[in-house]
């Protein structure tokens, strides 16, 4: 149980350019779900706090107007990076909130590469 | 606000010995903490958790921490390292279940044969 799935694994892309990634929590209903960036050999950072049905809360630091989520219903959360530039490559992992276990499950990350 | 510490970016042990990976947390509130396993190119996998019930906790795969308040750490064990624990670690503390984690910078477990 518990399984987290992102939507795609890696993308590769052009600078300028739009990219959405999916996540979606399998076989529970998550209320909340974050997202998460992870530079290489580094750490992962909070960048913001998905809530179904209203507006995400962006962490200091993090453009809103570039990271645009969407927390469209109980099991799926959206990510776009919109007009992406090379430094927004990177590793983005989503996570899920399981309100039975409180417990954050995350997903496989996807690796974006903006040329 | 919350914080943590991971001592040691790096640590080499040999097969069959001890685990310890150190981790010090920062929390104004009571403090939910966790341990987390990185393969290359993977997600996070949960290994263990600690939320106010039980002081040691175990957890998958033969691990476990201990939560010691006066000493604000969760360090993690296993008392015998297999090399498939060769993997990335990473403590997370949150003050609340719905509040986004803070992770410690990670530390890489190498297992000598």
């Known amino acids: 149980g518990a399984v987290v799935s992102q939507h795609p694994s890696w993308v590769i892309c052009k600078s300028g350019t739009s990219v959405k990634i999916e996540c979606r929590s399998l076989d529970f209903q998550a209320t909340t779900m974050f997202w998460y960036r992870q530079f290489p050999k580094q750490s992962l950072m909070l960048m913001a706090t998905?809530?179904?049905?209203?507006?995400?809360?962006?962490e200091q630091g993090v453009e809103k107007d570039k990271f645009l989520i969407n927390h469209a219903s109980l099991t799926l959360s959206t990510l776009t990076v919109t007009s992406a530039h090379p430094e927004d490559s990177s590793f983005y992992i989503c996570s899920a909130r399981s309100g039975a276990t409180d417990t954050q499950y995350f997903g496989p990350g996807t690796r974006l590469t903006v040329l | 606000a919350q914080s943590v510490t991971q001592l040691g970016s790096h640590v080499s042990v040999s097969e069959g010995a001890l685990v310890l990976l150190r981790c010090n947390y920062s929390?104004?509130?009571?403090?939910?903490l966790f341990w987390y396993v990185q393969y290359p190119n993977q997600g996070l996998q949960l290994l263990l958790k600690?939320?106010?019930?039980?002081?040691l906790v175990k957890g998958i795969n033969g691990f476990e921490a201990e939560f010691k308040k006066s000493e604000t750490s969760f360090h993690l064990t296993k008392p015998s390292a297999h090399m498939s624990d060769a993997a990335e670690y990473f403590c997370a503390v949150t003050g609340g279940g719905a509040d986004g984690l803070t992770f410690g910078k990670g530390t890489h477990l190498i297992i000598q044969p």
């Open positions: 600690y939320t106010s019930a039980a002081t």
């Open positions: 998905s809530n179904e049905g209203s507006k995400a809360t962006y």
């Open positions: 929390s104004s509130v009571p403090p939910y």
